[in-house]
């Protein structure tokens, strides 16, 4: 008797929900469903793959390696190790509008962020603002926690302490005389970073706050000084600074320097030549690296990908031959009753 009162209190309610009675459809797939919609897909994927494929052929893109491993790059007196504060200029020219707004990137090759030791090498806590990780830094930063001296390394960490630090001046050629092309580095960061992950500590000025720290091994100068011409973007929600944190996934990449949208340059970057002076401070011959300047403009798409636009092509032509075969196959093998 006590059993079958247990089993009727964990027996679940007779109800529709419960035992499975709701009302339900199930598609009957059949050749006459299957194959006109693997068609339809098909054609929809090779029409988004083609706008796709099209819209990326139209972006224009010029991309100038300046590592200067070769004797005739302008750059080549720059890449030995020894080499201090060196510049160089490179020369180019636009034999077309290149339509704006135009995107100014930095690239690098073989450089590997996405290891996890060099991406968990920093302390966040301190990139927060957190005055107390400013004296004590987290041991997660080693390496590059304290200097020789014993002195807190204010930012911490393989990731700050590696930061990009070449720097760039446009020029166009005008009748000979250099006119400076205006480069605009405000708001090329996630918002995310900048108005989230990244703070800086609540003092003012804020060079008092790095009182008793030294700056990254290799920074020409402390964070509150990476930009001396706007006190707003200085520490750790430096524009720069913010694009170098975020880490990108693969060994070829390039990080948004500046864009290009003022002045007489705000629909692009018109015929003619053009120079570019750099401030070469970041050696990649050690890692057998590379160096460029991307020049890019965007569509409604994004940059210049053709991939995805071959992707969907594939995908779509597949569709189109699975289905052919189907019918083929449905054609010869259906069943009796079918007819």
Known sequence: MLKKEQESANRPDNTAFTQQRLPAWQPMLSAG???PGFVLIGLAFIGIGVALFV????????ELDYTGVEQNSPCYKCSDSDAKNCACTLDFSISRLFEGPVFFYYGLSNYFQNYRSYGASKDDDQLFGDLEHFTNPSDTCD??????????IVPCGLVTNSMFNDTFKLYQIVNGVKKQVP?????????????VKYRNPSVEPL??????????IFWSKPAYELDPTDPANNGFINQDFLVWMRRAALPNFRKLYRRIT????????????????????YPVLSFDGRKKVVFSNV???????????????VIGSMCIVMSIV???VYAKFKFPDEE
């Not at 819209?55 to 010029?62: E, G």
């Not at 015929?271 to 070469?280: Q, R």
């Not at 569509?299 to 992707?311: P, Q, T, V």
């Open 262 to 281: 003022e002045g007489d340059y705000a629909k692009g970057l018109p015929v003619g030549n053009y120079s570019l002076e750099i401030a070469y401070n």
């Open 143 to 152: 390496p590059y926690t304290y200097d020789s001296n014993k002195k807190p």
């Open 55 to 62: 819209t990326s052929r139209s972006i224009q893109v010029l």
């Open 207 to 216: 060079k008092n706050a790095f009182n008793g720290t030294v700056k990254p």
């Open 183 to 195: 480069l605009d580095g405000k708001g090329i960061a996630w918002w995310t970073d900048y108005n």
């Open 33 to 35: 469903i299957v194959i």
């Open 299 to 313: 569509s409604w798409m994004g940059g210049k990908n053709e991939f995805l636009g071959i992707a969907y092509l």
């Open 326 to 328: 189907m019918l083929i």
